[in-house]
């Protein structure tokens, strides 16, 4: 992934990602689970290992970049939206059941690039107000 962060940017990437667990979420509604999973268990693995690298690798690098010379800090904070999820997630899996939870994954995979080309945008503009 990190040839491809170099090449095509880490907007790019982190999409991949986002693209992976919105097709993992997806396939709740769309496999049929009582004819079985058959090829479709490798392909939700390899969306799994595509979503979780693009975590550990890239999504902690533009943690980095955002906060340069902060990096404690900023990983602090990545740990805590990270737990905070986690959490989370925990609590509500006894009250929501499948499809709300994939919805959820749903929307939120399609929030994570829309969040960090905001990012991205408003660090821009606030590099232009510094440098004027």
Do not use: H
Request: aromatic residues 12%; proline residues 2%.
């Amino acid at each position: 992934l990190g040839a491809v962060a170099i090449r095509a940017g880490k907007g790019f990437v982190l999409s991949l990602g986002s693209l992976g667990f919105f097709c993992i979420a997806s396939s709740f509604f769309m496999l049929d689970q009582s004819q079985g999973w058959n090829g479709w268990l490798l392909a939700l693995y390899l969306m799994q290992g595509l979503g979780r690298a693009v975590y550990e690798s890239t999504s902690k690098g533009v943690f980095a970049d955002f906060f340069p010379g902060r990096a404690v800090g900023a990983f602090a904070n990545c740990m805590l939206q990270s737990s905070s999820a986690f959490a989370m997630c925990f609590f509500l899996s006894d009250v929501l059941q499948g499809p709300e939870l994939a919805r959820i994954v749903m929307v939120l995979s399609v929030l994570t690039p829309l969040g960090y080309l905001s990012a991205v945008r408003l660090r821009a503009l606030e590099q232009q107000r510094l440098a004027a």
